[in-house]
């Protein structure tokens, strides 16, 4: 009886503090609706069921592996774009020795001899043990990349391979309207120490002594950004260009608007919870530096998004996010990238997104 007496008294705290928020429901006090315009989602339209989905909730761009789904987009009117543009190189990119060790150790490098199920699990004990984050702005030093190791696109002269790359990507989805970018970054979130590298860094200094390795490797990074958005623009005249600015540069982690992305996302609420105060923060500068660089950029909100729970990629619950959307559109927001994608059109998170997104 107690509890149940604490659980209504709970329920109607709660009720309580909606009617307090500046807006509830998607609604603000004038009783406008506030929702988000555009809504990128990294999951694909499989089949019409789920691209009726993802319309429902008011996805207006989409990713697409083959043609199938990009006409299923278009039918349910999204902008279909080929997904996804990698970085591309003639080798991997080389961290430092402690790195390295901490990058075999996330990817569990020395339990190959166990059974498949087995590692998985050592390796994500560990990641939860290191406070691994994906990728995102780490909460321990060092903390690198996992699973996948980024080409060293500095050594990708003249963008030979990644020309081809661009053009492959288009050739599989004639309809795509545009191109998702990822991993264009980092493996340690800071640099790529192989000898090209080393070498490029050297002479640069040589040139310009003041220059710091910092400097280098983000300008060289924001560079490969430029030269990639600028190719697709002239080969492929009307696409649009979504990027993700992923995984972090530690040394300025917002530096996405030095790039020419149309729509630049940039994280405000990663999959592992930031505080209120934080995501306000980076909102405000995602949206209102767009254009500090370059005109036309658009700064759009990023939110990772993990429905089951039970890993070391934390889980995400229907109430998390919804408090988040409320955040990012209270900060002036309008427009969303999410990944996972497939779980924005899963039961509890659909609703959600249909609440803030839909028409
Ligand atoms: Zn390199």
Same mark, same amino acid.
């Given at each position: 009886?107690?509890?149940?007496?604490?659980?209504?008294?709970?329920?109607?705290?709660?009720?309580?503090?909606?009617?307090?928020?500046?807006?509830?429901?998607?609604?603000?006090?004038?009783?406008?609706?506030?929702?988000?315009?555009?809504?990128?989602?990294?999951?694909?339209?499989?089949?019409?069921?789920?691209?009726?989905?993802?319309?429902?909730?008011?996805?207006?761009?989409?990713?697409?592996?083959?043609?199938?789904?990009?006409?299923?987009?278009?039918?349910?009117?999204? =902008?279909?774009?080929?997904?996804?543009?990698?970085?591309?190189?003639?080798?991997?990119?080389?961290?430092?020795?402690?790195?390295?060790?901490?990058?075999?150790?996330?990817?569990?490098?020395?339990? *190959?001899?166990?059974?498949? *199920?087995?590692?998985?699990?050592?390796?994500?004990?560990?990641?939860? @043990?290191?406070?691994?984050?994906?990728?995102?702005?780490?909460?321990?030093?060092?903390?690198?990349?996992?699973?996948?190791?980024?080409?060293?696109?500095?050594?990708?002269?003249?963008?030979?391979?990644?020309?081809?790359? =661009?053009?492959?990507?288009?050739?599989?989805?004639?309809?795509?309207?545009?191109?998702?970018?990822?991993?264009?970054?980092?493996?340690?979130?800071?640099?790529?120490?192989?000898?090209?590298?080393?070498?490029?860094?050297?002479? @640069?200094?040589?040139?310009?002594?003041?220059?710091?390795?910092?400097?280098?490797?983000?300008?060289?990074?924001?560079?490969?950004?430029?030269?990639?958005?600028?190719?697709?623009?002239?080969?492929?005249?009307?696409?649009?260009?979504?990027?993700?600015?992923?995984?972090?540069?530690? !040394?300025? !982690?917002?530096?996405?608007?030095?790039?020419?992305?149309?729509?630049?996302?940039?994280?405000?609420?990663?999959?592992?919870?930031?505080?209120?105060?934080? =995501?306000?923060?980076?909102?405000?500068?995602?949206?209102?530096?767009?254009? *500090?660089?370059?005109?036309?950029?658009?700064?759009?909100?990023?939110?990772?998004?993990?429905?089951?729970?039970?890993?070391?990629? @934390?889980?995400?619950? !229907?109430?998390?996010?919804?408090?988040?959307?409320?955040?990012?559109?209270?900060?002036?927001?309008?427009?969303?990238?999410?990944?996972?994608?497939?779980?924005? =059109?899963?039961?509890?998170?659909?609703?959600?997104?249909? *609440?803030?997104?839909?028409?």
């Amino acid at each position: 009886m107690k509890l149940k007496k604490l659980f209504f008294a709970g329920m109607f705290f709660c009720l309580f503090l909606n009617s307090c928020a500046p807006f509830s429901g998607g609604q603000d006090e004038a009783g406008e609706k506030r929702k988000f315009k555009e809504v990128f989602s990294w999951g694909r339209p499989t089949s019409g069921e789920t691209a009726r989905k993802f319309r429902e909730i008011g996805v207006t761009h989409i990713a697409a592996t083959n043609e199938k789904e990009a006409r299923l987009a278009l039918q349910y009117g999204m =902008i279909p774009c080929c997904s996804v543009f990698l970085p591309c190189g003639p080798h991997g990119q080389v961290m430092t020795p402690e790195e390295e060790k901490l990058f075999a150790y996330l990817n569990g490098d020395d339990l *190959k001899t166990l059974p498949r *199920k087995e590692r998985e699990k050592v390796v994500d004990a560990r990641r939860t @043990a290191k406070c691994h984050r994906y990728g995102g702005e780490p909460v321990t030093a060092p903390d690198v990349l996992n699973s996948f190791r980024i080409a060293c696109f500095l050594s990708d002269e003249g963008l030979v391979l990644s020309r081809k790359k =661009i053009d492959d990507l288009f050739a599989k989805v004639p309809s795509a309207r545009g191109i998702y970018l990822d991993y264009l970054g980092y493996t340690n979130f800071k640099d790529c120490r192989c000898e090209s590298c080393t070498r490029k860094f050297e002479s @640069a200094k040589r040139k310009n002594p003041s220059l710091s390795r910092e400097e280098f490797f983000r300008d060289a990074l924001v560079d490969y950004y430029n030269k990639v958005i600028g190719y697709v623009k002239k080969k492929h005249p009307g696409a649009v260009v979504h990027a993700h600015i992923y995984p972090t540069f530690l !040394p300025e !982690p917002l530096y996405g608007n030095r790039t020419k992305t149309d729509y630049c996302a940039q994280t405000v609420a990663w999959y592992f919870p930031w505080d209120k105060e934080k =995501i306000i923060r980076y909102t405000r500068i995602v949206v209102n530096d767009a254009e *500090k660089y370059h005109k036309g950029v658009k700064g759009i909100p990023f939110v990772g998004l993990k429905a089951l729970p039970g890993t070391s990629l @934390a889980a995400k619950s !229907p109430a998390l996010l919804e408090e988040e959307l409320r955040t990012i559109l209270s900060a002036g927001g309008d427009s969303l990238s999410v990944c996972n994608g497939m779980d924005m =059109i899963k039961p509890g998170y659909y609703e959600v997104f249909r *609440k803030y997104c839909g028409k």
